[in-house]
């Protein structure tokens, strides 16, 4: 995914079991973007080997990215109405007081790629 075509922050992963979330020590990038095949992607790659652990493809309103418990837990979930299929990422940008923001400007850097106005809830509901 090249760098005019995508939208990057760092975020490791999680597991999920017992209805207890564990962040697991990696660490990770999140890429969001439009691929060579023209389909808008949801891509973590893991930092330390480079290969890429996750790629979900997403069509709009398929999907919701919400906080996954108390803000300063720094937890994420990306859930697919659908399926219910879950994923829960930790951000591992360096400050904690901009996650909110972080997570609010995503959908503005992806209008211009999908060529969508006005723009709002394009891909994801965030809530």
């Not at 439009?34 to 480079?50: A, K, M, V």
């Not at 399926?83 to 951000?91: A, M």
Request: hydrophobic fraction near 40%.
């Amino acid at each position: 995914m090249g760098e005019e075509h995508s939208f990057h922050f760092r975020a490791g992963t999680c597991n999920f079991a017992d209805g207890r979330v564990t962040p697991n020590n990696d660490k990770g990038v999140i890429s969001l973007g439009i691929t060579e095949d023209g389909l808008f992607h949801f891509l973590w790659t893991n930092r330390q080997t480079g290969s890429i652990d996750l790629d979900l493809i997403i069509f709009p309103d398929e999907a919701e990215l919400k906080i996954a418990g108390p803000p300063t837990a720094r937890v994420y979930v990306l859930k697919f109405k659908t399926t219910g299929q879950k994923n829960f990422f930790w951000l591992q940008e360096s400050n904690a007081q901009e996650d909110g923001e972080l997570v609010e400007r995503i959908p503005l850097h992806l209008c211009p790629l999908l060529e969508v106005q006005p723009c709002t809830k394009i891909l994801f509901q965030w809530i």
